[in-house]
C-alpha cells in the first residue's frame, strides 16, 4: 500500500513540477499572442490610427485611437448556434460606424458564417448610430440592413449586437448625434 | 524486423480509426480542414510517442494497481504540454482545434497503447509502435479532411483549386456531412481491405 | 426570473441544439459501441447522465475553490481528468452497495464512462463557458439527457435495420456513421428554434 502511495506522489510531483515550467515558459508567448491579435483587431477598424489607449468608461472598455475621435470596442452576443463577437471602429463624437469585424462565431458554415464576408460586414460601414432594422428586401434608407439570404437570424443577431453597442458608445461619449 | 512490423502495424493492419475505429470524437469533429487534420494528428503522435516511451521506461517501477492511474496523469502531463506550445506558436489552428486539444488525454488510442503494448514492450518498439500508430491516425484524419474541405471549399490545405463557379457543398463541413463521409470512406477501406486480402488467398 | 429562463433555455438548447454527440462530436464511442439494443444504450445514457450531472457539479467546485484560488490553470487536464476516474470508482462502488440490481444494469457501463470524452469535454466547457454553480449542474445534466436522447434513437434505428440488405462492407460502423449523419441533419432543425 506504502508504495502504491508512493508512486502516484512521486509522479504527480514529477508532473506537476514539469507542467509548471512550462506554464511559466509558454504563459508570456501566449499573452503577447493574444496582445498582438486584440492589437490587430483594433487598428484594423480605425481608419487612421496606428495606435490606441484603453479607457474605461461606464464600465466598459473602449480602445481610443491617436488620431482625434476614433474609437473601437469589442462586443459580444448571442446568435443563431453560439456566441459572436465583433470588434466596432467607431466615432462616437460624429455617430458614425467606421468599420465592423467579426472576431469570433460558431454560426453555420456556408449560411451564417456570411456574416464575416465583406460583402455584410461592409453593409454597416459609415452608417450613423441608432437602431438599425433587418429587412428581407433591398434596403430603402440608412437605419436598414438587408439580411443574407438564408441568414436571416445570424444577421439579426449582428445587427442587434452593433445597435446596442453603439447606444453604448454614443451614451459613454456624451450623447454625440 | 521486429521494429519495422511494429511500425507498420498501425499504418495499416491495426489502423486506429479505419480498423479499431477508435479516436472517433477529434475524427469527425476537426476535419472540415486539411490543415487542423494534420496538426491534430502530429499533436497526437507526439503525445503518444512521449506516453509509450515514459511508459514503457518505467514499466517495472509501477506497481500494478497503480498502473492506470500513472497513465493517465503521465498522459494528461503531456496533452497539457501540446496544449501550451500549440496556444503560444499556432495559435489560429490551437483555436479551431479548441477543445479537442485537451480531450487527447481521453483518447482511446493512448491509453489502449500505453496498456496494452509499452507497458510490456521494450522502449524501442514502444517507439515504432507509437509511430506507426500515431501517424496511422494522422493519415486517416488527414485523408478525411482533404476530402471534406475539397468538397465543402472547394480547396486543400487553404489552396483554393476550384474557382468560384464550384458551388461549395457546405453540408461537408457540418456535422452531419463529417459522419457520412467518415461512414462512405470507412466502407470504402473495407472494400479495399478485402479486394488485397481476396488476392492474397488466391 | 431572468436567471430562471435563462436556465431553462441552456436546457433546452444544450439537449436539442448543441447536442454532444450529433453537434459537439463529444462521446463517440459509446455512441457507436452501445447502441445495438435500446434497453442496453438507455442504461447506458442513464449511467453516464448520473456521472455529469456529478461531474458538472465537481468540475465547478474545484476549477472555483482549487484551480482558480491557488492559480494553477496548468493542472486542468491532470486534476480533471483524476478527479473524473475517482468518481466513477465512486459511483460504481456506491450503487454496488446501495442498490445491486442498479448495479447490474449500470455496472458494465460505469468503467468505460471514465474514457468517455463527453465527460471530460463537459468538464473543460464548465470553465470556459463561465458557468456559475446552478448553471454548471444544469449543464452536465442536459448533457447527459442529450446523450441518452441521441443513442436511444441511434438504438432504436439500428434494432430497425439489422435485418435490412445493407452492402456487407458498409455493415456495422459505416453504417452507424451515415445514420448518424442523417439523424445531426435532423437536429440542424431545432437550432435557430431559441434566438440568442
Redesign the interface.
Known sequence: MKKLILTLTIIGLISALALAYIYQITAPLIEGEEALARKKAVLDVLPESDSYTEVVKNGIIFYEGNVEGEVAMSVSGGGFNGEIKLMIGANPFEGKIYKITVLNHSETPGLGSKITDDEFTSIFAGKPFGKYQVVKRPVSNPMEVEAISGATISSQAVTDIISDAVNRMRLAYGGGA | MGFLRDFTNGLWNENPTFRI??G???T??IT?QAINGLVMGLATTFVLLASEIVVSLIKK???N??R???Y???I??F???V???L???L?DVAAALS?FI??I????II?GRAEAFASKNPVKNSIADALGMGLGFTWALVLLSVIREFL?SGSVFGFRLLGNWYP?M??M????????S???L???M??IS?KKSGKEVN | MEEFTQILLLFASTILINNFILVRFLGICPFLGVSRQISTAFSMGLATTFVMTLTGMAAWLINTYILEKFNLPFLQYVIFILVIASLVQFVEMFIKKTSPALYKALGIFLPLITTNCAILGLALLIPQNGYGFIKSVVFGFSAGAGFTLAIVLMAGLREAIEFSDIPEVLKGVPISLIIAGIMALAFMGFSGMIPG
Open positions: 475505429v477508435i472517433m470524437c477529434p469527425l469533429a472540415n517501477l509501477v506497481p494497481e497503480v492506470i492511474p500513472s493517465v496523469v503521465i494528461a502531463t496533452v497539457t504540454f496544449d501550451y506550445f496556444k503560444a506558436f495559435p477543445l485537451p480531450l488525454v481521453v483518447n482511446c491509453l465543402g461549395r457546405t453540408i463541413l457540418l456535422p452531419a456531412g463529417a459522419f457520412i467518415l461512414g462512405l470507412m466502407g470504402v473495407n472494400l478485402r
